[in-house]
């Protein structure tokens, strides 16, 4: 591989990354990590299937889109008029 070919990027840690920045990037991960461990906690508990955890995924997935679309619905509505 030929580095002289690219562009040079500048690598930046998490040395340098804010505590702020860092609790920011977690609090957007939590609905993914929540679904994530619903199913798998469900599968592995013997609370549901793997069929009935896809399904619980999927309904999981479209709550948490919906929760995090509702704020910017304002802005599209109009159009949709």
């Known amino acids: 591989m030929q580095r002289s070919l690219g562009t040079p990027f500048p690598l930046i840690g998490?040395?340098?990354l804010a505590?702020?920045?860092?609790?920011?990037?977690l609090a957007r991960l939590l609905p993914t990590l929540?679904?994530?461990?619903?199913?798998?906690?469900?599968?592995?508990?013997?609370?549901?299937?793997?069929?009935e955890a896809s399904a619980i995924g999927a309904v999981a997935l479209?709550?948490?889109?919906?929760?995090?679309l509702f704020p910017?619905?304002?802005?599209?509505?109009?159009?949709?008029?």
Do not use: C, K, N, Q
Request: proline share 4%; charged share 10%.
């Open 34 to 51: 929540l679904i994530f461990f619903t199913i798998l906690g469900g599968i592995y508990g013997g609370v549901f299937t793997p069929t």
């Open 14 to 16: 998490w040395a340098a």
């Open 19 to 25: 505590w702020t920045e860092r609790l920011r990037t």
């Open 72 to 81: 910017r619905i304002a802005l599209w509505l109009p159009s949709l008029m």
């Open 62 to 68: 479209v709550v948490v889109a919906l929760l995090t």
